[in-house]
């Protein structure tokens, strides 16, 4: 097992190039929030736009269609129900299920269309209506953002047995090709190419609704922008949870939005700090 560390993130968050512009960091297209939970469509862009994907459309329910302007100029906004195939394939990562309720069709709709050079993260929602209706993974680049009970759903694996690492080995060998898995708790894994990273950063005022909703937002900005992805995916879920951590120490309670709105400001710091040749940054030498 490898602890997730800050020395991880600063290894993928760098300066960005000066001849780059928005298409080099990504495309990414949000699918969720149907007309009673649109909010966990609007912290997914939040965070998204936040971690610095270069466009970011959000198809949604189109009564959503307001809020999420109001709040993220940034973003554009379709109606999940028109040309979703077309956002799809103009998409170099495609973040589904926040939100999305029972919409099966929309999720058929996406697994049908998504092609092996994307990536798709599976958030919510779709976890649970893949595992429902036993619906087959494409042949795509995939991350799957469970918490324990929907990881039980789609897995069989009790709560109580996914401890085990080597329960949750056997089930992701199990799709037809082995997703990264990051498996939120209190105590949150990343399972990829086969080694096993702990989070140890984060703690209990991160319990509350949306959390879950902005890391999946983050790890589409970050799977947008660097690479490799599994790379992306381990600073995505680090930063999370860091920011969290800073933000507790005047904070009872961490809210989702606030861990956007701090997003920019922690990458810089982590972009900025040079790293030694033993691997780690000065501020942990220190």
């Known amino acids: 097992m490898i602890e997730l560390s800050r020395t991880i993130a600063a290894n993928v968050i760098q300066p960005r190039q000066a001849n780059s512009y928005k298409g080099t960091y990504g495309r990414v297209l949000i699918i969720g929030g149907n007309a009673n939970l649109g909010g966990a469509a609007i912290m997914n862009t939040q965070a998204a ?3 610095g994907a270069g466009l970011v459309t959000v198809a949604t329910d189109i009564s959503n269609k307001t809020a999420i302007h109001s709040r993220l100029p940034e973003a554009m906004v379709v109606d999940y129900h028109e040309h979703l195939e077309d956002y799809i394939q103009k998409s170099d990562v495609v973040l589904i299920g926040s939100g999305l309720g029972d919409e099966i069709d929309i999720l058929k709709e996406c697994l049908q269309t998504i092609q092996e050079n ?6 919510g929602s779709a976890i649970t209506m893949i595992a429902e209706n036993n619906l087959s993974l494409p042949n795509a680049k995939i991350v799957f953002t469970p918490h324990q009970m929907e990881w039980q759903r789609l897995s069989n694996i009790a709560i109580a047995n996914q401890k085990r690492e ?33 989070l140890t950063v984060g703690g209990p005022y991160q319990a509350t609704g949306g959390m879950g909703d902005t890391l999946a937002g983050m790890i589409a900005g970050f799977a947008a922008q660097f690479h490799p992805l599994g790379a992306a995916v381990l600073a995505a879920v680090y930063c999370h949870s860091a920011i969290a951590d800073e933000l507790s120490k005047t904070a009872y309670v961490t809210l989702p939005s606030k861990i956007a709105e701090a997003i920019p400001a922690f990458m810089k710091k982590l972009a900025d700090t040079p790293i030694t040749a033993d691997g780690l940054d000065e501020e942990q030498e220190e």
């Open 49 to 51: 736009v936040q971690s």
């Open 118 to 123: 994307q990536v798709l993260i599976i958030d």
């Open 166 to 198: 080597d329960n949750n080995w056997e089930a992701l060998v199990n799709f037809n090709q082995e997703p990264i898995l990051v498996l939120k708790s209190d105590a949150t894994q990343v399972y990829l190419e086969h080694e096993l990273y702990q």
